[in-house]
């Protein structure tokens, strides 16, 4: 679990250009999607502050700060490998566990008990509701075989893909 990168002001600009690089941030962040319609791009970036920064595919970006505490916890999967870095109110589970799918532990994230355990888990400063990482590394996630992950994931996307064309007709 990794925290993202925080910058100056000058160092942000609204229109792209080759010298800098897309930054994923709160607003972006929607329950189980990305929404890249608002993005900002950071300039001067070193190598080690990119590397460590980058999203990868199956990264989970999570809410971790922010001063409306229904959003933290809020989460998403990135689905296909991005030349994009994620900003400091998010954290990013990387690299989860073999024994764990990402699709399944996005799922999870989005449940009511693991929303319960992170909201409860915040500490609050100047009207900012803070998930400290060390409690999200602390978080109970229960978890049966991969092929029981697999079978839940497949029925879950079929669920809310018939819910979404219900809502289209």
Not at 102 to 127: C, E, I, R
Request: proline fraction near 4%; aromatic fraction near 8%; charged fraction near 25%.
């Amino acid at each position: 679990v990794e925290r993202g990168i925080s910058w100056k002001k000058s160092d942000q600009s609204k229109s792209k250009n080759v010298n800098n690089i897309p930054v994923l941030r709160i607003g972006n962040i929607k329950e189980k999607h990305l929404d890249l319609s608002d993005l900002i791009y950071l300039n001067g970036l070193s190598e080690d502050q990119y590397l460590k920064n980058k999203v990868f595919k199956d990264d989970i970006l999570l809410v971790s700060s922010n001063g409306n505490l229904a959003y933290v916890g809020r989460a998403c999967k990135i689905t296909e490998s991005m030349e994009f870095v994620f900003a400091s109110f998010l954290s990013a589970i990387k690299n989860v566990l073999p024994h764990i799918l990402p699709d399944f532990l996005l799922y999870y994230l989005s449940s009511p008990m693991a929303k319960n355990y992170l909201q409860s888990s915040t500490s609050t400063g100047v009207g900012i509701n803070n998930l400290k990482i060390s409690e999200l590394r602390r978080m109970p996630v229960i978890f049966p075989p991969l092929e029981t992950q697999k079978k839940i994931v497949q029925k879950l996307d079929y669920i809310i893909g018939q819910l979404e064309e219900k809502k289209k007709e």
